[in-house]
């Protein structure tokens, strides 16, 4: 057995060259000697990389497997209710929701989360088929959706007017929440024939603006902003 001179490693008698550091093996009593075949393979190969098409064939095939034989059950066996379209409109979203990152990535964000709205909408009124009414779709369900397509709508438009880092992005967010829990409660008292006026969101609202304001501060102030990104490691 021999090793190598210069990382002094155990060396096999086929080896031509160290395996860790690439020094040749002379074994001065075996010059001119044929070594053996070396006990390790020479092509150096690769696990082939999944591509996108053939994932993106694999989760269709999926979802839409799941789809067929849920409603064939649904029909054939369980016939008590639409039971299966829960299952069809989950599959349906999960396939919208995947699609820009699996099948088409050069989809615009504004048209993915336009598409996604739509589709969480679609499920919504398939719900409306095991229930009584669907009046809670047309005057809720709709409506929330339709709100938060919209306040998430301005995150590209945003992005094409200003790079959106973390504090801008926060900022927004907290400009947007407010938002959104004011229309919620007039939405809600406007079902239920309640006067126009907010209770629990003013709550939300007080608190998101103070945070608002203290945001606003530190993006206007250069040092500010610099000491809360060096801080916090943004």
Same mark, same amino acid.
């Given at each position: 057995m021999s090793y190598c001179v210069?990382?002094?490693v155990e060396l096999e008698a086929s080896l031509k060259e160290c395996p860790l550091c690439h020094t040749p093996v002379i074994n001065p009593k075996e010059l001119g000697k044929e070594h053996p075949a070396s006990p390790y393979p020479t092509d150096k190969g690769q696990v082939e990389v999944?591509? /996108?098409?053939?994932?993106?064939?694999?989760?269709?095939?999926v979802l839409s497997a799941t789809s067929v034989t849920c409603l064939l059950l649904n029909l054939l066996v369980f016939?008590?209710?639409?039971?299966?379209?829960?299952?069809?409109?989950s599959c349906m979203c999960l396939f919208v929701f995947s699609f820009p990152a699996i099948f088409y990535s050069k989809t615009p964000i504004y048209l993915s989360l336009l598409a996604d709205g739509a589709a969480v909408a679609v499920y919504l009124f398939l719900i409306t088929f095991l229930t009584d009414s669907d009046i &809670?779709? &047309?005057?809720?369900?709709?409506?929330?959706?339709?709100?938060?397509?919209?306040?998430?709508?301005?995150? $590209?438009?945003?992005?094409k007017l200003h790079p959106l880092t973390i504090l801008p992005c926060s900022l927004?967010?907290?400009?947007?929440? $407010?938002?959104?829990?004011?229309?919620?409660?007039?939405?809600? /008292?406007?079902?239920?024939?309640? $006067?126009? /006026?907010i209770t629990w969101s003013a709550v939300v609202l007080t608190v998101c603006v103070i945070i608002d304001i203290a945001l606003i501060t530190i993006l206007a102030k250069k040092r500010l902003r610099n000491e809360v990104r060096r801080r916090l490691h943004f």
């Amino acid at each position: 057995m021999s090793y190598c001179v210069n990382c002094g490693v155990e060396l096999e008698a086929s080896l031509k060259e160290c395996p860790l550091c690439h020094t040749p093996v002379i074994n001065p009593k075996e010059l001119g000697k044929e070594h053996p075949a070396s006990p390790y393979p020479t092509d150096k190969g690769q696990v082939e990389v999944v591509k /996108r098409k053939d994932l993106g064939i694999l989760i269709s095939v999926v979802l839409s497997a799941t789809s067929v034989t849920c409603l064939l059950l649904n029909l054939l066996v369980f016939d008590a209710s639409l039971w299966s379209l829960l299952v069809i409109g989950s599959c349906m979203c999960l396939f919208v929701f995947s699609f820009p990152a699996i099948f088409y990535s050069k989809t615009p964000i504004y048209l993915s989360l336009l598409a996604d709205g739509a589709a969480v909408a679609v499920y919504l009124f398939l719900i409306t088929f095991l229930t009584d009414s669907d009046i &809670w779709f &047309w005057q809720v369900g709709l409506p929330i959706v339709v709100i938060l397509s919209i306040l998430a709508e301005f995150y $590209p438009l945003l992005a094409k007017l200003h790079p959106l880092t973390i504090l801008p992005c926060s900022l927004c967010i907290f400009i947007e929440i $407010p938002v959104f829990c004011v229309a919620l409660e007039l939405l809600i /008292r406007h079902v239920l024939l309640l $006067p126009y /006026r907010i209770t629990w969101s003013a709550v939300v609202l007080t608190v998101c603006v103070i945070i608002d304001i203290a945001l606003i501060t530190i993006l206007a102030k250069k040092r500010l902003r610099n000491e809360v990104r060096r801080r916090l490691h943004f």
